[in-house]
Nanobody
Framework: QVQLVESGGGLVQPGGSLRLSCAAS????????MGWYRQAPGKERELVAY???????KYVDSVKGRFTISRDNAKNTVSLQMNSLKPEDTAVYFC????????????????WGQGTQVAVSS
């Protein structure tokens, strides 16, 4: 139905930067919301950044001022620019998309990508 593919993860030193990208493809009418979650070993998955179609953007407090989410609705992509990375940012980062499946459907399923590893270490 919908496939989300993340890219851009890797190993970076503290203070470095990475840019994650996510591309959505498959069968859907349109994408409503897109965002990024992350999960560190032994911890719950947490919201990192979220962007609604109406322009509402939310960040977890720990990344405010360092991360920036952006989306291209025409290309069905979302990116996460991560600056001033810290060791505590180490996690698998997951892209998500809330989609509208048809012009008349009133349900909006959520799809997840496979995740991309971000490791911040000296």
């Amino acid at each position: 139905q919908v496939q989300l593919v993340e890219s851009g993860g890797g190993l970076v030193q503290p203070g470095g930067s990475l840019r994650l990208s996510c591309a959505a493809s498959g069968r859907f009418f349109s994408i409503v919301n897109m965002g990024w979650y992350r999960q560190a070993p032994g911890k719950e998955r947490e919201l990192v950044a979220y962007s609604t179609l109406g322009g509402n953007i939310k960040y977890v407090d720990s990344v405010k001022g360092r991360f920036t989410i952006s989306r291209d609705n025409a290309k069905n992509t979302v990116s996460l620019q991560m600056n001033s990375l810290k060791p505590e940012d180490t996690a698998v980062y997951f892209c998500l998309a809330v989609v509208k499946t048809s012009a008349t459907d009133t349900t909006y399923p959520t799809y997840w990508g496979q995740g991309t590893q971000v490791a911040v270490s000296s």
